[in-house]
């Protein structure tokens, strides 16, 4: 790579790339056409839980402007869009009558893609349950999981004919951990030994929603998408060594081991105690269905010190407006592991982005920062492909800027940035350098398809 963020490398010609969003950040439309609330628009309302007291009643009003929204999605000539549905729009109680007006909006969506020769990737679940099913004990309950498999199996029915992808959960970690032990984000709960149960009903329901679909003769690939970013011990002493490997146990290995080995880590189960989950019989066979892609989401590395003296950027990294490291060869080194300790599976990038303080100036942004973000990190994955991964696609997080969970609006993710009191949406040069990238590949793919 030079200093305008050229790529050499030529991937395959099947490699998909894409951009990524999810419902409750962009479409708005809280109340409207027979949607349920969902527990992050009960979470908006915790004084104090989203930074700028912001709310997703109407974030990047998407549900209204989706047409123009796919029209700039092709402009950047993108194989493929990562969306996900809002469970309450499609369900409004989670149980019961289906919610025909909800359901039409996605018929529109995923035709939408098609028609402008975009592939539908879907999510069924990044974080928006109905509340309905929280008042019932959320993912802490059992029950919960039968509900998320007839969620399934109804948008499998649906769209799993015109989807190239159904993935289950987005970032299960993040819905257990930060939802149910720091509380930071929607339910709020703080509770270890209930997060350690939630993670275990999420990936029972991935793994029986996967079951079923397949039973159903889905025809859209069938995987899930985890954040899995890789643990370094803050210095080479023996107890930070061990505290990072616990830490990759409980973020790395707690989501993949199951699934491939058919077990918890040890060194997470060592650590949990007493509030280890209870598992069934049965269930980790259940869980460990066949995946036909992992997505995995990168944005920075961990670095763990057993005194929890560690200060990002302390090594020299850059650090983005999230105050995460700007870290490629993690991705590069993260993607080589999985190949060798969970083999045989496509890996796809599915998200990858940072967060950056932009100044829109006559409706340029001059986001050099995120450019080269980006840059570096399709770099990294071509590096890991060069030594032997089997990489499928990149997605970049995100399409465009948009409700930030609880940081609310003050974070800016997108490639196209969003002027939230006009609904105004202005490519980055980012954007446009994505745009460029790819129209180069396409060249070079039509030429000699050699892979990276
Ligand atoms: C991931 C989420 C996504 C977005 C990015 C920045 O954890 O999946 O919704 O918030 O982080």
Redesign the pocket.
């Known amino acids: 790579m030079n200093s305008n963020n050229d790529i050499d490398s030529t991937f395959p010609p099947d490699f998909l790339w894409g951009v990524?969003t999810?419902a409750f950040?962009i479409e708005g439309a809280a109340a409207e056409d027979g949607k349920g609330r969902s527990i992050w628009d009960d979470f908006c309302r915790v004084p104090g839980a989203i930074v700028d007291g912001s709310n997703g009643d109407v974030a990047c009003d998407h549900y209204h402007r989706w047409a123009a929204d796919l029209d700039m999605i092709k402009g950047l000539g993108v194989d493929a869009y990562r969306f996900s549905i809002s469970w309450p729009r499609v369900r409004p109680t989670g149980e019961g009558a289906w919610n025909e007006a909800g359901l039409a909006f996605y018929e529109k969506l995923v035709d939408g893609l098609i028609e402008r020769g975009i592939k539908p990737c879907i999510t069924l679940y990044?974080?928006d349950l109905p509340s309905a099913l929280q008042a019932k004990g959320g993912w802490a309950n059992r029950e919960t999981v039968h509900r998320f498999v007839e969620y399934a199996l109804e948008i499998g029915r649906r769209f799993g004919d015109r989807a190239e992808s159904i993935t289950t959960h987005?970032?299960p970690w993040?819905v257990a951990t930060l939802g149910h032990e720091t509380g930071t984000f929607a339910p709020g709960i703080k509770n270890r030994a209930m997060a350690a149960q939630v993670s275990h009903h999420l990936l029972l329901s991935h793994g029986l929603a996967l079951q079923a679909l397949r039973e159903r003769g889905c025809k859209a690939q069938l995987g899930i998408?985890l954040?899995l970013s890789p643990t370094y011990p803050a210095t080479d002493s023996a107890e930070d060594h061990k505290a990072a490997k616990v830490a990759d146990a409980h973020l790395l290995r707690w989501y993949l081991d199951p699934i491939f080995h058919g077990r918890y880590p040890q060194e997470a189960l060592d650590d949990l105690g007493a509030d280890a989950p209870k598992v069934e019989p049965g269930d980790f066979a259940l869980i460990g269905q066949k995946l036909d892609y992992l997505g995995i989401?990168y944005?920075s590395r961990s670095v763990i010190s057993a005194k929890g003296q560690w200060k990002a950027g302390s090594q020299g990294h850059a650090l983005t407006d999230?105050g995460w490291e700007v870290y490629p060869q993690g991705l590069t080194e993260l993607l080589l592991r999985l190949h060798r300790d969970y083999p045989g599976v496509p890996l796809y990038i599915t998200?990858n982005?940072a967060?950056f303080k932009d100044q829109i100036t006559n409706g340029l942004v001059h986001d050099a920062d995120r450019t080269r973000y980006i840059a570096e990190h399709i770099e990294a994955v071509a590096q890991a492909m060069k030594q032997g991964a089997r990489i499928g696609g990149y997605m970049v997080?995100?399409l465009m800027d948009n409700f930030?969970?609880a940081s609310g609006y003050e974070?800016r993710?997108g490639i196209v940035h969003v002027d939230y009191e006009s609904q105004a949406r202005h490519l980055k040069d980012s954007a446009r350098w994505y745009r460029d990238f790819l129209k180069r590949q396409r060249m070079l793919r039509s030429g000699a398809a050699q892979p990276a």
Do not use: C
């Open positions: 990524a999810s950040q990044h974080w987005n970032e993040i998408v954040n989401n944005y999230m998200e982005g967060a997080w995100s930030e969970w974070k993710f």
